[in-house]
């Protein structure tokens, strides 16, 4: 299969296509940069609107995971940013794509978990409704902006992906230096859920959506057993021998991030992904511990 992948660098796009280039498939990323004479690549621009289309023809799949990082203190510039990378990006690839003579019979394109908002207890699934923050507003128009992709018979996944765990990257990799010197606590209130997926999970996933011709339209890709914050920091210090007593309070989240970014920190949501497990998904870590022992072997035995 000819697959073309956006954000193929990232924390799950480089975990991606080492499997699927393991697995002989022709993986060709679509980037940002110009791309040199005879190089294996797509390039292309959301901001100027620019895109390879002669080279996007005949690609059987395409897998679209770029867009600015969340992380970081949210200006309006940087906000501007998040929103611009996600949703002109998708609308430029989707309709670059439904103009192709050969078109990909699946795109699989990612979303988030913050499409729900902040939920507090309340069980989530792929049925609920939209919640009403700035992340919320986003993954609906995220989402929305597949559209042309779908109405030109496109299978379209939009994958809701939750927070990716791996010691590589990502929200772990930035909390395990604290932990590990008993520094570590929960954040703010510590009873916002986290809706948390280990990074094989979420690639097996991909995998099964794209090989899956009943999975359509939102998929929730976080494991079946989400877990408040407190009991995430609970489990992360007992595992690493550590206290995790030192609360981060909401104040000290609002100076270091700002209003807006402090609050989806402190924000959650109580996922599940009953649409990927009724299509017969089989998660191989479904209980935080039994992640957490499996991502932090490797690196405690190193040390």
Same mark, same amino acid.
């Given at each position: 299969?000819?697959i073309v992948?956006?954000g193929?660098t990232?924390l799950?796009g480089?975990?991606?296509?080492q499997v699927l280039?393991r697995?002989?498939q022709?993986v060709v990323?679509l +980037?940002?940069?110009?791309v040199a @004479? *005879? #190089?294996h690549?797509?390039a292309w621009? %959301?901001?100027?609107?620019?895109?390879d289309r002669?080279g996007l023809?005949?690609?059987?799949a395409v897998i679209h995971?770029?867009?600015?990082?969340?992380?970081?203190?949210?200006?309006?510039?940087?906000k501007?940013?998040?929103?611009d990378?996600?949703v002109q990006?998708t609308?430029?690839?989707c309709d670059?794509l439904?103009?192709l003579h050969?078109?990909?019979?699946?795109l699989l394109a990612?979303?988030?978990?913050?499409?729900?908002?902040?939920?507090?207890?309340e069980a +989530?699934?792929e049925?609920s409704? @939209? *919640? #009403?923050?700035?992340?919320?507003?986003? %993954?609906?128009?995220?989402?929305?902006a597949t559209?042309?992709?779908?109405?030109a018979?496109?299978?379209?996944?939009?994958m809701r992906?939750g927070?990716?765990l791996?010691?590589?990257?990502?929200a772990?990799?930035?909390m395990?230096?604290?932990?590990?010197?008993?520094?570590g606590?929960?954040i703010?209130s510590?009873?916002?859920y986290?809706?948390?997926i280990?990074?094989?999970?979420?690639?097996?996933?991909?995998l099964?959506?794209?090989n899956?011709?009943?999975?359509?339209g939102p998929?929730?890709?976080?494991a079946?057993a989400?877990v408040?914050?407190r009991?995430?920091?609970t489990?992360?210090?007992?595992?690493l021998?550590?206290?995790?007593?030192f609360?981060?309070?909401a104040?000290?989240l609002?100076m270091?991030?700002?209003?807006?970014?402090?609050?989806?920190?402190?924000?959650g949501?109580?996922?599940?992904?009953?649409?990927?497990?009724?299509?017969?998904?089989?998660?191989?870590?479904?209980d935080?511990?039994?992640?957490?022992r499996?991502?932090?072997a490797?690196?405690e035995?190193a040390r």
């Amino acid at each position: 299969m000819k697959i073309v992948v956006s954000g193929s660098t990232g924390l799950i796009g480089s975990a991606l296509t080492q499997v699927l280039q393991r697995r002989d498939q022709d993986v060709v990323p679509l +980037v940002r940069r110009r791309v040199a @004479p *005879g #190089e294996h690549a797509l390039a292309w621009d %959301a901001e100027r609107g620019t895109i390879d289309r002669v080279g996007l023809e005949g690609a059987d799949a395409v897998i679209h995971l770029a867009g600015e990082n969340v992380f970081g203190r949210w200006s309006a510039a940087k906000k501007r940013r998040i929103r611009d990378s996600r949703v002109q990006g998708t609308r430029l690839l989707c309709d670059a794509l439904a103009g192709l003579h050969r078109r990909p019979t699946t795109l699989l394109a990612a979303s988030a978990v913050g499409y729900y908002g902040d939920r507090g207890e309340e069980a +989530v699934t792929e049925a609920s409704a @939209p *919640g #009403e923050d700035f992340m919320a507003h986003l %993954a609906r128009d995220w989402e929305a902006a597949t559209a042309p992709a779908t109405h030109a018979g496109i299978r379209v996944v939009n994958m809701r992906i939750g927070v990716v765990l791996t010691t590589t990257g990502g929200a772990l990799a930035i909390m395990l230096p604290a932990f590990r010197l008993g520094l570590g606590g929960p954040i703010g209130s510590g009873d916002q859920y986290l809706s948390w997926i280990v990074l094989d999970d979420i690639v097996n996933a991909m995998l099964h959506a794209l090989n899956n011709q009943n999975l359509v339209g939102p998929v929730n890709l976080t494991a079946p057993a989400p877990v408040t914050n407190r009991d995430f920091v609970t489990t992360l210090g007992r595992l690493l021998r550590r206290p995790a007593v030192f609360r981060v309070p909401a104040l000290a989240l609002r100076m270091i991030f700002g209003t807006d970014s402090a609050a989806l920190v402190q924000s959650g949501q109580r996922v599940l992904p009953a649409r990927l497990t009724a299509s017969g998904f089989d998660f191989a870590f479904k209980d935080i511990e039994q992640a957490l022992r499996y991502l932090l072997a490797p690196a405690e035995r190193a040390r």
